[in-house]
């Protein structure tokens, strides 16, 4: 038995998002994305390559998938054994701690975690750029959860040169999200295939690719003048670009559902009562606020009139991945 590998990374939300690749097999989105990692969500996995295993054996949550379940994983790993040259398959045993599949980004440090611990342990040395390229093969938003605070992943245009690093960690000012965990349905849609339709079918998408650009730059001012305000409403208006791409596709989409209204709906009330808070959604029914932490308790008591209170769950900016090794 070789050594084994544990990787724990942190869970983030775009605030300028990645939606369509321009490369699928390499993982090159179409336009590059700012996001924010956050401290109360993460995934935690151990990783051994093991001569005597005669298939990779997946563990979540202790329950060993079959395979049909974790082919994904394990042509990740095929990738790993191939940059490597290790030959052995892998015990993987994976904890997340962030509600799987409902947009709350458990493939961001799902394959974040995974990338780490599992190219350590097939005796990779890779610094955090290159770990968050072997990441970003596994899954585009997995690219920035290598990195805490606010993370920039820059689209690039081949393998070498998509990338994220970090734009601003530590955050010394104050903004946090609350995340409005809603009932978790199975997606319409899984978010490579939809952003696939999006981009073969939305007559808006050129119209995206470009409005994405400049909210990156808009986005980095904003981050770097500390400016709450910029960064909820740039935000809160790229979020609601992208589902208008699903909206207009063929045939259209959408991840919405009846509760996820109610939630943008009270944001929007609050802010027409002087509370400064904003929202964004990625591909599934939760809502993210963004606001500061001061008006946490105000926005959540307001919450409360539609949901329960396990449902508010408050994050604040999180760090970068972390490793730990036994023998
Ligand atoms: O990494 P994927 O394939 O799960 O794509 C997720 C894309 C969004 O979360 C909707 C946006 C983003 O930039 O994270």
Redesign the pocket.
Same mark, same amino acid.
């Given at each position: 038995m070789s050594k084994t590998v544990t990787a724990r990374a942190h869970t983030?939300? =775009?605030l300028?998002?990645?939606?369509g690749k321009k490369d699928p097999k390499l993982?090159l989105?179409q336009n590059g994305?700012i996001?924010l990692t956050l401290d109360h969500f993460y995934t935690q996995t151990s990783v051994t390559f093991d001569s005597n295993l005669n298939r990779d054996q997946i563990y979540f949550d202790d329950q060993l998938l079959p395979a049909t379940k974790s082919r994904r994983i394990s042509r990740f790993l095929d990738l790993v054994r191939q940059q490597s040259g290790a030959e052995a398959y892998a015990a993987v045993h994976t904890e997340n701690h962030v509600p799987t599949s409902a947009?709350l980004?458990s493939?961001?440090s799902g394959?974040a975690a995974l990338a780490g611990a599992a190219s350590r342990a097939a005796g990779m040395n890779l610094d955090n750029t290159a770990l968050s390229r072997l990441a970003r093969r596994g899954?585009?938003? =997995?690219?920035?959860s290598i990195f805490g605070g606010f993370v920039e992943?820059h689209a690039g245009h081949d393998d070498a040169s998509s990338y994220a690093e970090v734009l601003q960690d530590p955050i010394d000012w104050d903004i946090q999200m609350i995340a409005v965990v809603l009932k978790a349905t199975r997606k319409p849609i899984?978010?490579?295939a939809g952003?696939a339709r999006v981009v073969k079918t939305s007559p808006y998408y050129p119209a995206w690719v470009k409005t994405a650009k400049t909210d990156l730059k808009r986005m980095r001012r904003a981050i770097t003048a500390k400016d709450l305000t910029t960064v909820g409403q740039i935000a809160e208006t790229n979020a609601m670009r992208?589902h208008a791409l699903n909206l207009s596709a063929q045939p259209a989409f959408n991840y919405f559902t009846a509760a996820t209204l109610t939630a943008i709906n009270a944001v929007t009330d609050l802010r027409a009562h002087g509370v400064n808070c904003y929202y964004t959604l990625?591909?599934g029914p939760n809502v993210k606020i963004i606001c500061a932490g001061k008006d946490t308790d105000v926005i959540k008591t307001a919450l409360q009139r539609h949901f329960a209170p396990e449902q508010l769950i408050v994050a604040k900016p999180g760090p970068g991945i972390t490793f730990t090794e036994t023998e």
């Open positions: 983030n939300i =775009a300028v998002k990645y939606w993982m989105p994305s996001s947009g980004a493939s961001a394959f899954s585009g938003s =997995a690219t920035r992943w899984s978010s490579t952003m992208m990625d591909a």
